[in-house]
């Protein structure tokens, strides 16, 4: 998986509590991006960075908040976490850089999470 | 809405068949990428089409671009079981700094 690892692999939380889910890779790359995938609608994009405490808004950002204090890790966290993210949560990472128009994403092994 | 949409969601052949699965997609590209998704597992890329390209082969992989129907196709000749996975198309969409992943085609091969 491309050197990236996510933690937790799996998680059980009550609703109502702050999730805090890890990416952390050895690649150097500057972009790493947040998505969730579920059943009937593909892997939808969370938030994303492209450089230390650069992030932005993807596709399904409400309820969800990102940080990067250091390239290697992307957290995501889940202030108040609700019934409706539960979800398997992967990481990727992309070495897209500045003019340069192809960009192949790697993604980690996920994190299934379940809200009760 | 999702950029690129794939048709069929589910596929079911024998082994040894050829599999063709296609992606439809809105709005003008940089490039378009297949992935592939083993059960429990993170996406993997698999090969990459630019706008300016029309066909591109990997391996038992060939891919077709159509920009101006804006669909491409991924077709896996000489199916093997290890192929059974799930495939989805990206699109690099002009000025964006994502990709827009499809919801994916649910491939199996049956030996």
């Known amino acids: 998986d491309a050197g990236i690892t996510q933690s937790p692999r799996h998680k059980v939380t009550e609703t109502g509590t702050p999730v805090t889910l890890r990416c952390h890779q050895t690649?150097?790359?500057?972009?790493m991006y947040w998505y969730r995938q579920d059943p009937g609608h593909g892997l939808r994009l969370i938030h994303y960075?492209?450089?230390?405490?650069?992030?932005d808004k993807g596709e399904v950002s409400d309820g969800y908040s990102v940080s990067r204090s250091k390239t290697e890790d992307f957290l995501l966290t889940l202030e108040s976490a609700t019934s409706s993210q539960t979800s398997v949560y992967f990481c990727?990472?992309?070495?897209?850089?500045?003019?340069?128009?192809?960009?192949?994403?790697?993604f980690g092994p996920g994190t299934r999470l379940l809200v009760l | 809405s999702q950029q690129g949409e794939e048709d069929p969601q589910a596929l079911s052949i024998q082994e040894g068949e050829n599999a063709t699965m296609n992606c439809s997609y809105k709005?003008?590209?940089?490039?378009l990428q297949w992935y592939r998704q083993n059960s429990g597992r993170g996406l993997v890329h698999l090969i990459l089409?630019?706008?300016?390209?029309r066909e591109k082969h990997s391996g038992r992989l060939r891919v077709t671009l159509d920009t101006s129907k804006k669909s491409s196709s991924l077709l896996i000749t000489a199916s093997r079981a290890a192929d059974t996975a799930s495939y989805f198309c990206?699109?690099?969409?002009?000025?964006?700094?994502?990709?827009?992943f499809g919801q994916g085609t649910r491939l199996t091969i049956n030996p």
């Open positions: 990727a990472i992309s070495d897209r850089r500045g003019g340069m128009r192809e960009e192949t994403q790697y």
């Open positions: 690649e150097n790359h500057r972009y």
């Open positions: 960075s492209y450089g230390v405490k650069d992030t």
């Open positions: 709005t003008s590209i940089n490039n």
């Open positions: 089409i630019r706008s300016n390209e």
């Open positions: 990206a699109t690099d969409a002009l000025f964006a700094q994502k990709l827009v």
